[in-house]
């Protein structure tokens, strides 16, 4: 598959595009080319009938090759909590994850459910004190590796400060998107400890296969984790 192929499956359907527009796109996916190459992309994109032209200068993706936005499965639990706390809440922003959300690209599956609350700074305390005061069982608020490792159970739920500038859905800002579930996985250390971290290129891999993944946004969100090297690393060793 010709690396320029990810940038047409990431194109959102019936918007149109200007060709510096995917220049700018194909650049991101390969910053290293020169502008020659990328000209050469936009003709190739064109040729294997990924993009069709709608006018001077304008593109638009064909619907059938777009991959489709990843959409979170959340159990019951993690359903019942975010809606209790959007409603107690409703100008907080957070997310949710929860382990059992991998099984999808596991080999070997999640068995114990966990929950991660992930809010934004100096919010979090107050959401931890009100998940507590409505009768939730096994919730630990910032719990240090060894904590949660004492302490853990089955459909634990963490509640944790959210790390600035993550990838969040403008349409259902509370569902954690692929690419922040991309990242977070490998750099958190109680998430790391759900799973096998092994499994966590053939996860990338999966998952690109199977949903639009936007690899900017993944480096970005990677970099202010400090760990945008390991991962772009990780991800060009896929191709």
Avoid at 131 to 143: C, F, R, S, T, W
Wanted: aromatic share 12%.
């Amino acid at each position: 598959m010709p690396w320029y192929d990810k940038t047409t499956q990431n194109m959102e359907p019936k918007v149109k595009y200007s060709r510096q527009q995917l220049v700018s796109m194909l650049r991101e996916a390969k910053p290293s080319l020169n502008n020659g190459s990328y000209q050469w992309a936009v003709g190739g994109m064109l040729k294997s009938g990924g993009i069709t032209r709608t006018g001077f200068g304008e593109y638009m993706v064909k619907e059938g090759d777009v991959l489709p936005e990843y959409q979170p499965v959340y159990s019951d639990l993690s359903n019942e909590l975010l809606n209790k706390v959007t409603v107690k809440f409703p100008y907080i922003k957070f997310t949710i994850f929860e382990t059992v959300l991998l099984n999808e690209f596991l080999n070997h599956l999640v068995a114990q459910n966990t929950i991660f609350i992930q809010l934004e700074k100096d919010t979090s305390v107050f959401v931890f004190r009100f998940l507590q005061e409505a009768g939730y069982m096994n919730v630990m608020y910032k719990p240090s590796k060894k904590d949660f490792n004492l302490y853990w159970a089955s459909n634990c739920i963490i509640v944790t400060d959210m790390v600035s500038e993550a990838p969040r859905s403008a349409n259902h800002p509370h569902i954690i998107t692929m690419e922040k579930m991309l990242v977070d996985i490998y750099c958190d250390k109680l998430i790391r400890s759900t799973y096998s971290v092994a499994e966590y290129a053939s996860v990338v891999e999966q998952a690109m296969k199977t949903y639009r993944v936007e690899r900017p946004k993944i480096l970005r969100y990677a970099r202010r984790r400090n760990r945008a090297a390991e991962i772009k690393q990780i991800m060009a060793e896929l191709e």
